[in-house]
């Protein structure tokens, strides 16, 4: 938890108890975040048995193009990690004269 407290491309986190109840949150999204993420891992389950996964999803991750977001389910709680992807270059040469 430290470490992630302290990664500069961290914008918000949740721990989330296994009944949703909110632990701990900060940063982006702080005030919503344990009322949206709550059912992310549900929705994950749900996914993993359309693709016929028996077992609980015990992780699950999205991606846009600004944000990562990472859900992973432990014993006694769920951590919900929000990370700002890095800057990418345009990948663009120009010409300078």
């Known amino acids: 938890?430290?470490?992630?407290?302290?990664?500069?491309?961290?914008?918000?986190?949740s721990l989330i108890?296994?009944?949703?109840?909110?632990?701990?949150?900060?940063?982006?999204?702080?005030?919503?975040?344990?009322?949206?993420?709550?059912?992310?891992f549900d929705v994950a389950d749900r996914v993993g048995e359309e693709f016929g996964v028996d077992d609980l999803c015990p992780a699950i991750f999205l991606e846009g193009q600004e944000l990562e977001i990472a859900g992973i389910s432990m014993s006694s709680a769920r951590a919900v990690i929000i990370k700002r992807k890095p800057a990418r270059s345009s990948g663009d040469l120009r010409s300078v004269s």
Request: no cysteine; hydrophobic share 40%.
């Open 17 to 40: 108890a296994q009944d949703g109840t909110e632990l701990e949150s900060s940063g982006a999204f702080k005030d919503s975040s344990a009322a949206v993420f709550a059912n992310i």
């Open 1 to 13: 938890l430290k470490r992630i407290k302290e990664d500069p491309t961290v914008v918000g986190f």
